[in-house]
């Protein structure tokens, strides 16, 4: 007889035995500098809170208001009966901030990848992807029934050779769409957006690009990776982000042409069966906006954040990979050391976590740090001193000269 439910302790048994299971830390209070996380205080150093803005007063305080205005939930799917005033005042706000002509926002970017990306290409088309794509991609890419076509990580060339076969196949392919993360979040390195630009446009294809960590960190007050390279948008037409990282909040978005957004809209079924944002999250998302919009310290204290603490570790000698944003990864090559020095950190008082095969390849296990506008420069040197006194007694830096 089969036993319908033996593979769940199984496999589950399986992962905590290859110690690949998610430990859960648990926060006991706000995602902020300092935490408690598991009853202890430590300073968070591996947030996507880039700007510190998951626990700014203009958020917390519109999050509030808007549930005496427009009470706990929405009610509805979006096309049915859950779209409020709230909804539409942020897709107007943040395609003004985008400088786009339109915006549609999903209730995660998750969620955006997975509906958008197999409606935009599907049978007799081909999608381009880069090999490190976020999972989301991956994920969205499988739920299309295109066609799908590899390039070596953030590779221009390899892209070309990519596209010159695509567009040389038999049959003919209809379309051609080309995806990329903007910032990828493992390494920090940033996709070459203008050579992939102009090579959709070479070749007639639509490019999308997952800006989830390039938003409000890359480009004219944290535009994102559009602004960044001062592209236009009919090179890269699908402009995605979330809600969820810089902005400090949850929720996915697209940002384009009037006919991306109603081609979205009408066709995402992530977005058309799947319940809309609660108003306190839409409108601490519209707060988000706004103070990316009037407070432009935040980017500014995060790129100083970023390159104090990347020059500091690089001085101790840390190999802190090619990152050119404030995702810093601290290389330390085997699994298991990279968990130690992550205990490590956390007895002295950093919150940093180990980044292991699978997650990468083997042999380049490492911490992820990601800054934050929030730290001080005392917090930014308790953190220097705690991985200056854990690597040096796990071996990974020389000790004092
Ligand atoms: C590159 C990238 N795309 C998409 C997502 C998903 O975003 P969300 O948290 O809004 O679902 C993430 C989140 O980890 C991400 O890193």
């Not at 150093?45 to 958020?59: A, Q, R, V």
């Not at 706990?72 to 709230?86: E, F, K, Y």
């Not at 090559?333 to 997650?359: F, H, N, R, T, W």
């Not at 006194?389 to 000790?399: N, T």
Request: proline residues 4%; aromatic residues 6%; charged residues 25%.
């Amino acid at each position: 007889m089969r036993d319908p439910t033996s593979f769940l302790t199984q496999e589950y048994d399986d992962l905590v035995s290859q110690e690949l299971d998610w430990k859960l830390r648990v926060l006991g209070g706000p995602s902020a500098p300092w935490c408690v996380v598991d009853g202890k205080k430590v300073l968070m150093f591996c947030s996507n809170n880039y700007l510190g803005l998951s626990n700014h007063p203009k958020l917390k305080e519109a999050a509030k208001r808007a549930v005496d205005t427009h009470g706990a939930g929405s009610g509805s799917v979006r096309p049915i009966a859950g779209t409020m005033d709230l909804h539409m005042e942020l897709e107007r706000r943040l395609a003004r901030f985008k400088e786009a002509e339109a915006s549609l926002v999903y209730q995660t970017g998750f969620a955006a990848n997975a509906g958008l990306i197999p409606q935009l290409a599907g049978k007799g088309d081909v999608i381009v992807s880069d090999e490190l794509n976020h999972g989301s991609i991956i994920d969205g890419v499988r739920l299309s029934q295109a066609e799908r076509r590899v390039y070596k990580h953030a590779d221009a060339e390899d892209l070309a050779r990519v596209l010159d076969e695509a567009e040389n196949a038999t049959p003919q392919f209809r379309r051609i769409l080309i995806i990329t993360d903007g910032v990828f979040s493992m390494d920090g390195d940033v996709a070459p957006l203008d050579r992939i630009a102009s090579l959709g446009a070479e070749h007639g294809a639509m490019v999308y690009v997952d800006d989830a960590h390039g938003e409000g960190v890359l480009g004219e007050g944290g535009r994102g990776i559009v602004s960044h390279f001062k592209l236009s948008r009919d090179r890269v037409q699908v402009e995605m982000g979330t809600f969820s990282k810089a902005f400090g909040v949850v929720g996915g978005h697209v940002s384009g042409s009037r006919g991306l957004v109603n081609f979205a809209y009408n066709k995402s079924r992530t977005w058309t069966l799947s319940g809309s944002h609660p108003p306190a999250v839409v409108a601490a998302c519209i707060a988000a906006v706004d103070v990316l919009e009037h407070e432009p310290q935040h980017v500014q204290t995060l790129w100083e954040n970023t390159r104090y603490f990347k020059k500091a570790m690089t001085d101790l000698g840390f190999d802190i990979g090619k990152s050119a944003t404030p995702i810093t990864p601290v290389m330390v090559g085997e699994s298991g050391k990279a968990k130690q020095l992550s205990a490590k950190l956390y007895d002295i008082g950093v919150l940093a976590l180990p980044i292991v095969y699978p997650m990468v390849a083997q042999g380049k296990a490492r911490i992820r740090t990601i800054m934050n506008a929030a730290l001080t420069k005392e917090d930014l040197d308790f953190a220097i001193g705690a991985f200056e006194s854990a690597g040096r007694a796990l071996a990974i830096i020389p000790g004092p000269k």
